[in-house]
């Protein structure tokens, strides 16, 4: 990492009995290297000097950017981190479209059809009327496959997706999943009090405006939702899908045919134009039932079901009244949204999500310096060390395992910035109407996707494109991807000190290396597959320990009446968990290796170090959205993201002076990794 500048001078810990903020550095004599900056006042502006960072440093740390941010109507949820990137990447990204010189024309094109809403307008609902009325032709139900496939925006029923063998992670493999409800999850469809209830009447009313602007009988809505409760009743909840080795159901066509005769499969591969030897069913009670249901339907009520999908999907490439409709629901009602965003705004992240590769070719070359990708790699290597030094502290692993948790550590493959190569989209082409080009780029990716199926996976793909904010581990890839798009301030930057990059960015890479020995992740080896590679006694250990961090969070209320789900959030938590002690031990490495540091906002060290990590994370949402998040998200809200893990750092206690007892630093605590 290049070189900083030491400021001498001893931080003033503050007892944590009293309410007062950590006390910054001895002033000095104004110098280039001391002066106050912009990054001094960034720090200082969020941090709410009223409250004890042993109390709850989420407010400590974020209370005055909470305080002075208002939440924008057109967002249920902003953020001092993802959303300051993002926005700022929003505007690198238009720019490339808006003048796509270099790019290709293909993006520029795609975009323009996108925000100009007079075509939209003048087009009207020609093509969508062309596809319902192919929907309206259905004469059965064999007939459904193939329409499916010609409709590749649409995914009713259930889902169908390509990925790697979970025991053979080489080779590509069919996969089929529960779906076809238009709510978050299945518990929307079962209300137990009157605020559920009410909700989905709502949804229902909606069901039927969408269905009356496509010159349908709004009635059919009463249709759309009996069938979404059958498929609703028979499907996994979220915390159950967490399950992965109840995820891994191998089985030949004439299995799938016993297990499901009502599904016409024979119509559906060949409609795939796919050779069939092993599908993985992932959610195998769903299919019997989706079987049963297909069979007692009447098909004019699928009809509609099969209409509702295809205007929901559609909405936002269709005239103003489906997509203000559609939003009016998701947006407002179930979300807390009073805004839509501009056009442009929602515009950009559709181009981003149709030709990902080809916007961030020109997105590297633009906003992404070379030197950062060598800076973040070395970064993950000091993260990758400090799990590896850590492995010797955990007394519930015993050394076989240990070693072998080591083996897949160093297996792990890095992928930071952007790919080698870049998908070229040989065939898409891009015409002057969004909702075709958006029919387009599904039936490109659909025959991408099936041209793999029995082929040998290609590792060097990402599963995310190079301007997104976020970041992922893959367990059948063994691979952790860092996309440009996060390795952009207040995460990552080259002008910050170490500390800082070390508790934003290095968290999220230490999140990500934990996420392989998570509770789902520790169950796929070095090469990706699942596979049994623990003793059975040090799972159970683990089990034990996972345990008491799937307890904590199940006793935290959100909202009173609604509480988060420990089981869903599990496998985010223990990475967080691993992600701030990671974070913590490389930092005390570099600094015990020599490295130079210098403070910021008057802390320094391991005190700026947890401020960065959980500025990062400072947040407002809708109480709507909380909600909804609490139901179906498997990561926390970012209150509980930082105060929940630091509670159990011993590095933080000693970094604040937090006396056992505080809220901050409880009497028991948890430890995974």
């Not at 992670?169 to 929307?188: C, K, T």
């Not at 699928?302 to 205007?311: E, I, M, Q, S």
């Not at 407002?332 to 080809?358: H, I, M, N």
């Not at 006694?537 to 988060?564: M, N, W």
Request: glycine fraction near 8%; include cysteine; charged fraction near 20%.
């Amino acid at each position: 990492m290049h070189d900083r500048l030491r400021l001498v001078g001893l931080l003033a810990l503050v007892a944590c009995g009293a309410k007062a903020p950590v006390s910054p550095a001895p002033e000095q004599a104004a110098t280039p290297e001391n002066a106050p900056s912009a990054i001094d006042a960034a720090i200082t502006a969020a941090i709410d000097p009223s409250v004890s960072p042993c109390d709850d440093f989420y407010q400590y740390a974020c209370g005055g950017w909470i305080a002075n941010t208002p939440l924008p109507p057109d967002r249920p949820i902003v953020g001092r981190g993802f959303t300051s990137i993002s926005d700022r990447n929003q505007e690198i990204v238009r720019d490339i479209l808006e003048h796509a010189e270099g790019a290709d024309a293909r993006l520029g094109s795609y975009y323009q059809t996108c925000v100009n809403t007079d075509a939209v307008e003048a087009k009207g609902t020609a093509s969508l009327q062309a596809d319902l009325d192919r929907i309206a032709a259905l004469k059965d139900v064999a007939a459904i496959p193939a329409l499916m496939v010609s409709l590749p925006m649409i995914n009713p029923f259930f889902g169908g997706f390509v990925e790697a063998d979970f025991k053979n992670p080489e080779v590509n493999q069919f996969q089929l999943a529960q779906g076809g409800i238009g709510l978050p999850s299945r518990d929307y469809y079962f209300p137990e009090d009157d605020a559920g209830r009410e909700l989905l009447a709502a949804y229902e009313a909606h069901v039927g405006r969408m269905l009356g602007l496509a010159g349908l009988d709004p009635a059919g809505a009463a249709k759309v939702l009996a069938i979404e409760t059958a498929l609703a009743k028979a499907s996994k909840s979220p915390a159950e899908l967490r399950d992965i080795e109840a995820m891994y159901h191998p089985m030949t066509k004439a299995e799938l045919k016993r297990l499901a005769p009502g599904v016409p499969w024979d119509a559906l591969f060949t409609a795939l134009g796919i050779e069939v030897k092993a599908v993985n069913v992932t959610t195998p009670d769903f299919f019997p039932a989706l079987g049963d249901l297909l069979k007692r339907s009447k098909i004019a009520d699928l009809k509609v079901y099969l209409a509702w999908n295809l205007v929901n999907e559609a909405a936002p490439y269709l005239p103003k009244a489906f997509d203000d409709e559609s939003f009016a629901f998701y947006g407002t009602r179930l979300s807390g949204q009073a805004e839509q965003q501009p056009r442009w705004k929602r515009c950009v992240g559709r181009t981003d999500r149709a030709l990902g590769d080809l916007l961030g070719e020109a997105y590297v070359a633009q906003a992404f310096p070379g030197e950062s990708k060598d800076k973040a790699l070395k970064m993950v290597g000091d993260l990758q060390h400090a799990f590896e030094e850590g492995l010797p502290e955990l007394a519930w692993m015993d050394a076989p395992t240990r070693t072998l948790a080591k083996a897949k550590l160093d297996a792990i493959v890095n992928k930071i910035g952007y790919p080698d190569t870049w998908e070229s989209y040989e065939g898409l082409q891009v015409g002057d109407d969004i909702y075709a080009n958006q029919m387009a780029v599904a039936h490109w990716g659909q025959d991408d996707a099936l041209a793999k199926v029995g082929k040998p996976v290609d590792k060097t793909e990402w599963g995310m494109s190079v301007p997104t904010v976020n970041a992922y581990y893959n367990p059948l890839f063994n691979e952790i991807v860092f996309p440009a798009g996060i390795l952009q301030p207040p995460f990552f930057s080259a002008d910050f000190p170490t500390a800082m990059n070390y508790g934003a960015m290095g968290m999220v890479i230490g999140h990500e290396i934990t996420h392989g020995f998570d509770d789902e992740g520790r169950k796929f080896g070095p090469s990706g597959k699942l596979e049994v590679w623990w003793d059975d006694a040090v799972s159970e250990r683990f089990e034990q320990r996972a345990q008491c961090i799937a307890d904590t969070y199940d006793a935290i209320e959100v909202h009173p009446g609604t509480k988060l789900n420990g089981e869903l959030t599990l496998g985010e938590n223990i990475a967080d968990f691993g992600g701030v002690k990671l974070a913590s031990r490389a930092y005390a490495d570099w600094q015990a290796a020599g490295g130079s540091d210098f403070a910021a906002g008057g802390f320094e060290g391991s005190q700026l170090l947890f401020l960065a990590f959980a500025q990062s994370w400072c947040s407002k949402a809708t109480p709507e959205v909380e909600d909804q998040r609490a139901k179906v998200d498997p990561h926390a809200p970012p209150k509980f993201r930082v105060n929940v893990p630091l509670s159990s750092t011993p590095a933080f206690w000693e970094a604040f002076s937090c006396a056992e007892g505080t809220p901050m630093h409880p009497a028991s605590t948890c430890e995974v990794w």
